[in-house]
């Protein structure tokens, strides 16, 4: 008798041990998808019926996600930054469900946006946070006191590049260009007056590879002419090589806002004046032009594979060749203007700003899944810029 009641006590002991143990799905999951996806991109979990009380929470290789919501019976998540490739996680009621394995492609490029004082005559770029749409700290402020024309940051080198007033006159302004390297400290600056009675002027070509290339006249009181030259700016020791001096060997067409490509050693651009793709060789200094009907590159950008990627008539993400801007492939479509269009090197995704009245949407296009990303930012910015 005695060993039948402890029989009873043992079973029911194991029992209840069971009883409370957590189990192991509280959730009928049906799929997730997709399974190779992208930091600050959704993923959608489909369950056959969803408790309108229930806590829920999803994470990314141990990394929670952001912007969960409901839809139906479905949950839809956001890829957070720091998420890596590894298990899909869904706690529902605090209960921990395992979905699968899903892959994430990381996002490593970082992101910069302009942004204007309240007097508007300076640019500040801060960082931008991905993950809760707003701006992060302070990276650079562009120097300035009238009017700053534009600041450029030069990737994979930490350099920051602004021209701006110095002061302004009656009939004209002292105009600086300043260059200014973050990680060494070393700067560079070159000034010209632009004024009518002592002309000159710099313009930048292209900025790239560790170099800045600029053309750059100036009348020379000495000879009574005007001398004008191709000069590389060594972005790491500032120190300034002529390449050509126009007054002796002749110029050479290039267009501003040129892209360099490293292999070939030329720089590539669109010359909205002429509407021509200019392709210009450092090596033996020719140059050569190419017109198509109908096409007009508002922007041009290469990749480190040597991929130039353009804008075509404001909406459209082209790629051309870069021997002569001919339009290999239209990737993409927008129903808005393209501005500060950007490649990102670690997911081959294109980033963009969509400016709105009071505020910007920066937008991504994944031509991998052809997926387009929008996220809201409370702040008005008037430029980005990536680096890998």
């Known amino acids: 008798m005695k060993n039948s009641i402890y029989l009873l006590l043992i079973l029911a002991f194991i029992s209840c041990n069971k009883d409370d143990g957590a189990p192991t799905s509280n959730v009928?999951?049906?799929?997730?998808?997709?399974?190779?996806?992208?930091?600050?991109?959704?993923?959608?979990?489909?369950?056959?019926?969803?408790?309108?009380?229930?806590?829920?929470?999803?994470?990314?290789?141990?990394?929670p996600a952001l912007g969960v919501r409901r839809e139906d019976n479905t949950i839809v998540a956001r890829v957070p930054s720091g998420a890596k490739t590894g298990e899909f996680v869904l706690k529902y009621n605090s209960v921990e469900n395992v979905i699968g394995?899903?892959?994430?492609?990381?996002?490593?490029?970082?992101?910069?946006?302009?942004?204007?004082?309240?007097?508007f005559d300076k640019q500040d770029y801060f960082e931008l946070n991905i993950d809760q749409?707003?701006?992060?700290?302070?990276?650079?402020?562009?120097?300035?006191?009238?009017?700053?024309?534009?600041?450029v940051y030069s990737k994979g080198s930490n350099v920051a590049y602004n021209e701006h007033y110095v002061q302004c006159g009656s009939t004209g302004c002292l105009v600086e260009h300043?260059?200014?390297?973050?990680?060494?400290?070393?700067?560079?600056?070159?000034?010209?007056?632009?004024?009518?009675?002592?002309?000159?002027?710099?313009?930048?070509?292209?900025?790239?590879?560790?170099?800045?290339?600029?053309s750059y006249y100036f009348f020379n009181p000495t000879t009574n002419q005007t001398e004008s030259l191709l000069i590389a700016l060594d972005l790491i020791t500032m120190e300034s090589t002529v390449l050509r001096d126009y007054n002796i060997h002749g110029s050479i067409r290039i267009a501003r806002k040129s892209v360099h490509i490293e292999q070939d050693n030329v720089l590539v651009g669109y010359d909205k004046s002429a509407d021509k793709f200019v392709r210009a060789n450092l090596n033996d200094f020719t140059s050569t032009s190419f017109q198509?009907?109908?096409?007009?590159?508002?922007?041009?950008?290469?990749?480190?594979?040597?991929?130039?990627?353009?804008?075509?008539?404001?909406?459209?993400?082209?790629?051309?060749?870069?021997?002569?801007g001919e339009v290999l492939e239209e990737i993409y479509l927008s129903d808005s203007v393209i501005n500060s269009?950007?490649?990102?090197?670690?997911t081959g995704r294109f980033f963009w700003?969509?400016?709105?009245?009071?505020?910007?949407?920066?937008?991504?296009?994944?031509?991998?899944?052809?997926l387009v990303t929008s996220i809201p930012y409370e702040q008005k910015l008037t430029g980005m810029f990536t680096d890998y």
């Open 28 to 63: 009928s999951i049906l799929d997730f998808n997709p399974k190779h996806t992208f930091t600050a991109e959704e993923v959608t979990i489909e369950t056959t019926e969803l408790d309108s009380t229930a806590t829920i929470e999803v994470l990314f290789s141990g990394v």
């Open 101 to 119: 394995d899903i892959t994430i492609s990381e996002e490593t490029d970082r992101f910069y946006g302009r942004v204007y004082g309240d007097n």
């Open 133 to 151: 749409a707003e701006l992060g700290e302070l990276f650079v402020t562009a120097r300035g006191y009238d009017t700053v024309y534009e600041i």
């Open 178 to 214: 300043f260059v200014q390297n973050l990680d060494n400290g070393m700067s560079w600056k070159r000034s010209y007056c632009a004024d009518p009675e002592c002309s000159g002027g710099l313009y930048v070509l292209a900025v790239g590879n560790n170099f800045l290339y600029y």
């Open 292 to 324: 198509y009907p109908d096409v007009t590159l508002t922007q041009l950008l290469a990749s480190q594979s040597g991929k130039i990627f353009a804008i075509l008539g404001n909406y459209t993400i082209v790629e051309i060749s870069p021997e002569n």
């Open 341 to 346: 269009l950007e490649y990102s090197e670690s």
């Open 353 to 370: 700003l969509q400016i709105e009245a009071e505020n910007t949407i920066l937008k991504i296009y994944n031509p991998a899944n052809q």
